[in-house]
């Protein structure tokens, strides 16, 4: 066992061990129950005619290895005996036991069996559910995501907008606990091969469409030692394949608002439907190359989505952005009055109090009035809509979010002999998503557009060096990008607000500054730029190995995940404005005086920032080994044995530009804190001198920033001792 054992994680120089192909086992026997050794069996996949072939051992036992899903047609023979025949069907990721009965007879006949029951897995104790190509097909889904039926598995329970997102909301695809997990800490598996993005909150970085879904299992728990890095359920799918048939698809969804009736509150209002257009229209062709040899398959989706959004809201009166206050009233139409901040003084009345002058008449006048202000202001749209109570909304919008998605999928077959099976696959994925601007111009409190892509490689080898012994070698990458730039992306605030042209050339992105008053802002909201690049390497192989009764697997996975990250939060300047600025009497009292706006028209901010945001570039490295046995210690029980190492490498950053809170380090207040404190200690060892005697000479404060260096490049320590058994059974009655 040892030997064997050292000898997979000798041959496994590059090993990602997560199976997507199926396998079966079993035991020939005759009629009255004795053992068949010698048996041949072939395994036929009738839909390209691919085939494996295997002898019992004196057992009477056989194994069938990593065999792509799909229908089967299992042979068996032995002289003296009747030839067998069965059509089973292979899942991904599946175990199967099927055990054969010759009968004895002439070759010339022959038991066929037919309209037999399902296949029981009965090779392994791990729960999962299969989801198949049925289901996926003839289920109705809202945008046609495949991974949207996970949600049908036991033990799955949606979490936040998952099934109930726009289509371009991609991280609602993993937002699902698993066995009462947290969500978007799941692992999703495409032909083997890791889809899940680090850098991207764990999301799908690439879903191919759903016509190119062959089928996949959620497991939950009890998986082998070949499954880790998941605190919840790994998905593992499968795409399809062309076969000897040549076999197509084309198709248009169509959504539109001339179908529906409008809403409630658009019909209160007096206001036409909004807008809906949603085309998903595509394609999938595949079939052989060379048949029986060379297959391919390709799948092509697009959609065009057009949803009409409204926005209700309050927008300065032209009294106010004058700064004429007088008929600003709350919702009891009690005026709201105005202060003056640069007449705070001390209160002579009151001790340590401040006191303030109200502008005569509501009305601040005009030179008084910030000029940059008074500059940003000219972005409010004039109002269309009349208030139905004071201070209420009236401003109406009404405009299009458009959407525009083209994703594909192309992947070669090619069965050089029974032993050597080599797949190619390549898939591509790009979104444009575009938000209306609310106020139609750069000031418009609005995001930019989004623009999302990924691409994605998969190269896989099989070869079956014998039936017993089975090697795969696989190399993937995954590459996503998402990028957002504000709507208003080069408006030169210096030269069209008149803010200082020293700070305009400072920032790393040049774009309308956002100014929060109150409820009605200006400027772009959210992040005003996103440049994010994730790129994912797996190169792999994996082993499997039967030796008597243990199906021996092992392996060692190998992740590299970079990403590169520029997110600036206030580029340009974030500026926020309140009431209290123009509270009063008492500036610490001002109750419901005060006007956010009016504190922005005479630009005196309650708080504001200008950051400087560094290009990252990140990365994390992901290694495993394990050792799975799953061993059939008789014909109705098997044992399912393993062992798993994981090592999940510190963050590195590629010009070491992170710190962190070190707790054990020497505070760096440590010396001014003593010095001031020695003076009181001999004070009070002169005063109280057994009081004294309770403290400490000197004081050991500790805390402080731990910066990375070339030599210690990390925010945490290594974890090297994270292993993981595992154990199943299963037991057929």
């Not at 090779?123 to 999962?128: H, K, L, P, R, S």
């Not at 850098?199 to 070949?226: D, H, K, T, W």
């Not at 698809?249 to 179908?259: E, G, K, P």
């Not at 004039?382 to 139905?388: L, M």
Request: glycine share 10%; with cysteine.
């Amino acid at each position: 066992m040892l030997r064997c054992v050292a000898c997979c994680l000798a041959v496994v120089a590059l090993a990602l061990g997560q199976s997507y192909q199926g396998e079966i086992s079993g035991v020939v026997k005759d009629s009255t129950g004795g053992i068949v050794p010698g048996a041949k069996l072939d395994l036929v996949h009738l839909e390209t005619g691919q085939r494996r072939g295997a002898t019992t051992d004196d057992q009477g036992r056989f194994y069938l290895l990593q065999l792509p899903t799909g229908p089967y047609r299992l042979e068996a023979r032995h002289t003296g005996f009747k030839p067998f025949q069965r059509s089973l069907r292979i899942e991904v990721g599946a175990r199967d036991v099927v055990d054969v009965t010759l009968e004895v007879g002439e070759v010339g006949t022959s038991v066929q069996v037919e309209a037999e029951a399902p296949l029981i897995e009965a090779g392994t104790g791990a729960v999962g559910t299969v989801v198949d190509n049925t289901a996926i097909s003839n289920m109705p889904l809202s945008g046609r995501n495949a991974f949207e039926l996970v949600a049908l598995t036991p033990g799955i329970v949606p979490m936040g907008i998952f099934g109930q997102a726009e289509p371009f909301e991609k991280r609602a695809q993993a937002a699902f606990s698993a066995g009462g997990s947290r969500g978007l800490s799941n692992e999703i598996l495409l032909d083997g091969a890791s889809v899940t993005g680090g850098g991207e909150f764990n999301m799908p970085l690439n879903s191919p469409p759903m016509e190119a879904i062959q089928e996949f299992r959620v497991q939950l728990n009890s998986y082998s030692a070949e499954f880790g890095r998941t605190q919840g359920a790994v998905v593992n799918s499968v795409t399809r394949s062309g076969t000897n048939k040549p076999h197509g698809a084309i198709y248009d969804y169509l959504r539109n608002d001339n179908l529906d009736a409008n809403s409630f509150f658009n019909n209160a209002a007096a206001r036409p439907k909004a807008d809906l257009r949603w085309n998903q229209f595509g394609g999938a062709l595949g079939g052989p190359v060379i048949p029986n040899r060379t297959f391919f398959f390709a799948s092509y989706e697009g959609m065009r989505y057009i949803r009409g959004v409204s926005n209700l809201r309050r927008v300065p009166l032209a009294l106010e952005l004058n700064g004429d206050f007088s008929q600003t009233v709350d919702a009891q139409k009690v005026l709201v009055p105005i202060f003056d901040p640069y007449s705070s003084r001390a209160d002579p009345a009151r001790a340590g109090r401040w006191m303030r002058d109200p502008f005569p008449g509501n009305r601040m006048p005009a030179t008084a009035l910030n000029p940059v202000a008074r500059r940003a202001s000219s972005f409010y749209p004039a109002p269309n809509q009349t208030e139905q109570f004071p201070s209420g909304p009236n401003y109406f919008f009404g405009g299009n979010l458009n959407f525009r998605s083209d994703r594909g999928i192309a992947k070669f077959d090619h069965n050089f002999s029974e032993s050597h099976r080599t797949s190619f696959r390549y898939s591509q994925l790009d979104d444009l998503i575009q938000q209306p601007l609310v106020y139609g111009n750069p000031g418009s409190p609005s995001t930019g557009p989004q623009h999302q892509f990924s691409y994605t490689g998969l190269l896989d080898h099989t070869w079956v060096a014998r039936p017993t012994l089975v090697v795969i070698g696989r190399l993937s990458l995954v590459r996503f990008g998402n990028n957002l730039v504000s709507h208003a992306a080069g408006f030169k605030f210096a030269e069209e607000l008149g803010q200082p042209k020293w700070l305009q050339d400072r920032s790393d992105l040049v774009t309308f500054p956002t100014f929060g008053v109150g409820a009605t802002g200006i400027g772009p909201i959210g992040p005003p730029a996103v440049g994010n690049r994730t790129t994912n390497w797996n190169p792999s192989a994996s082993l499997t190995w039967v030796r008597a009764s243990h199906n021996l697997k092992a392996g060692f996975d190998y992740r590299a995940n970079r990403w590169n990250q520029f997110m600036p939060q206030a580029p340009s300047g974030n500026y926020t404005f309140a009431a209290g600025s123009t509270g009063g009497p008492d500036p610490d009292a001002v109750g419901r005086s005060g006007a956010a706006l009016a504190s922005f028209l005479l630009g005196t901010p309650a708080s504001g920032s200008f950051i400087l945001s560094p290009r990252l570039s990140f990365q994390t490295v992901y290694a495993a080994l394990f050792v799975q046995d799953d061993w059939r210690v008789s014909s109705r029980l098997t044992l399912n044995i393993g062992l798993r190492w994981d090592y999940e490498g510190p963050r590195t950053e590629r010009f070491n530009r992170m710190n962190s809170l070190e707790l054990g380090t020497k505070s760096p207040v440590t010396d001014a804190v003593n010095a001031r404190y020695a003076p009181i200690l001999a004070q009070l060892k002169a005063s109280n001198p057994a009081l004294a005697a309770l403290l400490p000479p000197s004081l050991d404060l500790r805390g402080g920033l731990r910066f990375a260096t070339a030599g210690d490049r990390s925010q945490m320590d290594p974890d090297w001792n994270n292993f993981g058994p595992r154990f199943g059974f299963a037991y057929q009655v």
